[in-house]
Every structure is written in structure tokens, then in C-alpha cells.
């Protein structure tokens, strides 16, 4: 898992054809200065294999929760049912800043 073959990141606007993934989820405790309370937040690795077996991944959690989405909806990739993601880049709220998000892609006519 420590060698990919790309980053997500740098692959925007590229479609993947996703026939397996790989999802970790590990807690993380942050500090809040203003109240001076610690919290948990949880941290996500996603890696996506491709059906020419290359690797994408990913530490978005954006990526991760549009991903987990998807897959609510359609179910897991498999050879047999690959899902066709297009990465994609939204705007945040914040100026300058952006998310890093998967989505369907349109079938090829």
C-alpha cells in the first residue's frame, strides 16, 4: 500500500474505471484554541484500483464522503460492476480553497 501508482489529486477531470478500492479510517484528536477542549476528528486514506491495475490515492476526506456516497447508491466496485468516477474540484466556502470530490461519470455513447 506505500507505492501508488498516482496521485488523485492529479488526476482532476480524468475518469477512473473503479474496479476495487481500499479504506482506512483512523481517529485523530485535535485541539480546539478558542475553547481550549480537545476533540476526535477522523482521518481517511482512500486508494481506488483501476481495471488497467493501476492505483489513485487519496487523504481527502471530501473524496472519501463523496466516494462512501457513491458507493451507498451503487454499490462496491468489482470487475463485474466498475464504477466509472470522474475526480472532481469544488469550490469551498473559503476563497482559494478548494475540495477534492468523485462523482459519476457520463457513459461513453
Excluded: Q
Excluded at 474496479?19 to 477542549?37: K, Q
Excluded at 466516494?67 to 468516477?85: A, M, Q, S, Y
Amino acid at each position: 500500500m506505500s507505492e501508488v501508482d498516482f496521485k488523485l489529486n492529479d488526476c482532476v477531470d480524468k475518469v477512473i474505471n473503479v474496479i476495487g478500492f481500499y479504506a482506512t479510517e483512523r481517529p485523530v484528536e485535535s485541539f480546539n484554541e478558542d475553547t481550549g477542549e480537545s476533540y476526535m476528528r477522523y482521518k481517511h486514506v482512500l486508494i481506488l484500483f483501476d481495471d488497467n491495475h493501476k492505483s489513485y490515492v487519496t487523504g481527502s476526506n471530501a473524496c472519501y464522503m463523496s466516494f462512501n456516497d457513491i458507493v451507498c447508491v451503487k454499490g462496491e466496485p468489482t470487475i463485474d460492476n466498475p464504477l466509472r468516477l470522474k475526480v472532481i474540484k469544488v469550490d469551498a466556502k473559503e476563497k482559494g480553497h478548494s475540495y477534492l470530490k468523485l462523482k459519476l461519470a457520463k457513459e461513453d455513447k
